[in-house]
């Protein structure tokens, strides 16, 4: 017999007062309005297009102006859109648009990440098998937090009973320390249409059913997740947790498309979402489908849909895409993220209206299938009538070798792309081989591999006489990527060599050249604005500049941010 026993928390008027008050990314927004993130604000201006629309911006409160990424066009909606990025959390800023007939200015302040707390419950001490289901809602003004008690642990334990640990069905909800276990479908679950919840700093470990392909009869289990939410949620921040080993396991693509666990699936969402420096991991034989992912794909919405950043994850052992962000893609970033032992690094397919940005991303190793080591694609494309058409920008990534991705995009069409100052480290094919317009810009890239497809790349950096394995980083105990000044390369032909009395003509001997991956890209405003040499670095790491951090550690000190499952 299944235990239905719940720990309720209810308040229907603070939850009807929320609802009403609450309004979802650009809805009632008029021509010109920004919608901020913590640290990225997308821009949205309604009006006849008239040339390029340049973007500048600065804080309200300086004086200094910055150059911003000029925003791209959508004829189908009539207005012009784009992204500011590296923005600072709770700053007001002023924004000047100009597309050469029109000018106009706005204000916008960025999302504080110090959230007010209205009410707070403390869940019971030790361990429970009763789930948690909150259905008090807070108010911007005051959250209601539920968390553990001071100076100890609270474990949810399901023993497979119950379906999840915790069901948020309420707004304005923190969700704060908790460690769930056993859960038999999701770990926490966001009720259909929520809003304005936080997820940090749970350990969330061993949900779900069993998985498996679908091919064999697996109906159970796929899309099973450490933290689930359903249909039209919005402003969700899932920031410093960790989603580690689920009960069951995805196949991996020899028995069919992966389907099974997955540590954050997000469907049909409102957008204004915030996935950031969270642990994603697992065993190779617990492995997920998608680590971040969601439905639908081929759609006008998608999972995270719109004005949402994935920033500063770990992720590992994924049998089909770390991060799926597939759908409208309109301002959504995927920026700083470490990815292992994934078959796709990012899958984009489609993106129905842009722009969508992948930016300063480390892919590591890739693979197919327990027996198959060929990697897949770092980015998935494609699209199908009526959802295609939005531009995506890919700058700054790094595609690590050996045992990596196979090839850079996937062999789907791919148009209206652009690729700026990446390391591309693969062995097969740059971009796809099939041609559809607005055609792709592929160019300053690092591309190691024969086939560029239809990329161009009239200044891409090529040094094919360096050694397929040569090490081209610093090197490092971290997980820091920085281009090391000298590499090793082939001198073709036969050359003469002095030791000192002796000379000897030497075949094809090994010779150290300067990396032209150190000032080899090209500025592109608001992305690379810290570069310090001649020009910035291409990859993910500015030679001179602090390195990117990864997961629910980053960027905090030894002594700040331990979770309570982790001291007691």
Known sequence: MKNFRHFVIFSIVMFISCFVNGQPPGENAGDL???????????????????????????????????????IYDVRHGEYRGSIVDLKAGTEYEVSLDNGNEKTTLKF???????????????????????????????????????????????????????????????????????????????????????DIVVEQCYI???????????YGNFEGNMDSGIYAENGTWNLTIQRNLIEDPRGASNDWETGHPAGPQGISVIQSLGGNVIRYNDIVTTEDHGFNDAIGGSSNYSDVGNVNRDTDIYGNIIRSVWDDAIETEGANMNVRVFGNYVHLAYHGVATAATTRGPLYIYRNVMGESRTGHRNPAGGAFIKTGEREPFNGGRKYVFHNTVLQPDGIFSIFSSHVNPNCITRNNIFDSPGRLATTREKEPASDYDYDYFSGMDRGTAREPNGIRFGTTPSGTRLYVSSYNLEFYPRLWINSIRWGRVTYEFGERTRDITDPVQQIRNPLIDGGIPVPNFNDDYQGDAPDIGAFETGNPPLEFGRRAYINFDEGWAPWEKY
């Open 33 to 71: 309005y920004a919608v901020p993130t913590y640290e990225c604000a997308g821009i949205y201006w309604k009006t006849r297009e008239n040339g390029v629309c340049s973007i500048n911006f600065k804080e309200s409160a300086g004086d200094i102006w910055q150059k911003g990424l000029d925003l």
């Open 205 to 215: 470990t061993f949900w779900g059913r069993i998985g498996g392909p679908i091919t």
């Open 109 to 195: 302040k960025t999302r504080s990440d110090n959230f007010p707390i209205g009410k707070t419950t403390v869940l019971p001490v030790g361990e429970s098998d009763a789930p948690v289901v909150i259905t008090e809602s807070g108010t911007a003004g005051g959250y209601h937090l539920v968390t553990i008690p001071k100076g100890s642990r609270s474990v949810l334990n399901m023993k497979n009973i119950n379906e999840q640990a915790i069901e948020i069905d309420a707004d304005y909800v923190i969700v704060r320390g908790v460690e769930i276990r056993n859960p038999v479908r999701h770990g926490i679950l966001v009720r259909r249409g929520r809003h």
